[in-house]
């Protein structure tokens, strides 16, 4: 197990080191939280109700989703960015016979998600460890998109380019939905995606922004 670098409170459960940097999982005694080398949490869980969502910004991306539902059949999901699964466990709730692809850069968190975080073992969830970013370049078509890409740092300068959302743009179509979670606290960054859609003049546009968090929830249908 590696050394125990970062100072967040809590009972270190396991530590590993990749290329990206340090992963650790810390317990306390009602939660797990997963970090990656910042005490900024990457996913928490409640230890006696692991299925009790943590952040609001999540509970917005369902609300988002199950408002979806109410006139749209979704067959096929894909989330990019892992973290410790709890999207992922609550789609395959909601939606258990679709098919739920999950893309994670850092083998690592997918190993985490599952044996820590609870991530459910089904033939209907399929994660890939692999760079979302050149990921949706050959993408199939999908009913649901989210995007919730975060490092210690923030998200990735990858995803902030314009030839990502470019990429997402060729996977948009008339009838499915992208959501992506943006940050209040890298304002020129979240406008600049915003913006982005909002330009394209033929989406349905809906900004939800938490009350307990600087999360933003951008939806484009």
């Known amino acids: 197990m590696t050394k125990h670098t970062l100072k967040v409170p809590g009972k270190l459960v396991y530590a590993v080191r990749d290329e990206y940097g340090l992963i650790q999982v810390i317990d306390t ?8 080398n910042s005490p900024v949490q990457q996913s928490c869980l409640y230890l006696q109700a692991p299925m009790s969502l943590s952040f609001e910004y999540q509970q917005l991306i369902l609300d988002r989703i199950d408002q979806y539902l109410n006139k749209s059949a979704v067959n096929t999901t894909l989330m990019l960015g892992l973290g410790g ?7 395959h709730c909601m ?3 679709a098919q739920h692809t999950v893309i994670e850069l850092r083998e690592e968190v997918i190993h985490i998600a599952k ?3 609870y991530l459910t073992d089904d033939e209907h969830i399929t994660t890939l460890a692999t760079d979302a970013s050149e990921y949706v370049k050959t993408s199939p078509p999908n ?7 975060y490092d ?6 990858a995803f902030k380019t314009t030839e990502f ?6 996977l948009k179509t008339t009838k499915n939905l992208i959501i992506f979670n943006l940050w209040t606290s890298t304002p020129q960054e979240s406008l600049k995606i915003i913006k982005y859609w909002e330009k394209q003049g033929c989406f349905r546009i ?16």
């Open 115 to 117: 044996e820590y975080f």
């Open 95 to 97: 939606l258990p016979k």
């Open 152 to 157: 210690e740092s923030g998200m990735p300068e």
């Open 85 to 91: 699964g709890s999207l992922t466990n609550h789609l």
């Open 143 to 149: 009913d649901i998109f989210v995007v919730d890409l």
């Open 165 to 170: 959302l470019e990429d997402m743009l060729a």
């Open 29 to 36: 005694t009602t939660t797990r939280s997963l970090y990656f």
């Open 206 to 221: 809906q900004i939800a922004q938490t009350q307990s968090s600087g999360n933003l929830i951008l939806s484009i249908e």
